[in-house]
């Protein structure tokens, strides 16, 4: 059984850090990312990653400011999260799939808050 686990979220001030975490069981992917949904929006991508990591994708809203990564021994992704500000607010969701454009395994998601 294929799952995904999201942890690391919480609350933080405006300017601090956040790292996020999704660990993966059951088989390993191609393409892993990140999404958010912020309340009364829509879910919208944050960043992807591919499987060697060469390749890293971002929202323009975070480009700068976080960095996604792969750990493949632990078949886990990160998404480290710097000057938070409270549009960051949302839950985050860890994303898999085969390929970028096909990322059809989802995470129950972590709630992260950003105050001002």
């Known amino acids: 059984q294929v799952q995904l686990v999201e942890s690391g979220g919480g609350l933080v001030q405006a300017g601090g850090s956040l790292r996020l975490s999704c660990a993966a069981s059951g088989r390993t992917f191609n393409a892993m990312g990140w999404f958010r949904q912020a309340p009364g929006k829509d879910r919208e991508f944050v960043a992807r990653?591919?499987?060697?990591?060469?390749?890293?994708s971002y929202a323009d809203s975070v480009k700068g400011r976080f960095a996604i990564s792969r750990d493949n021994a632990k078949n886990t992704v990160y998404l480290q999260m710097n000057d938070l500000k409270p549009e960051d607010t949302a839950v985050y969701y860890c994303?898999?799939?085969?390929?970028?454009?096909?990322?059809?395994?989802w995470g129950q998601g972590t709630q992260v808050t950003v105050s001002s």
């Open positions: 990653i591919n499987r060697n990591g060469g390749t890293t």
């Open positions: 994303a898999a799939g085969p390929y970028s454009a096909i990322m059809n395994y």
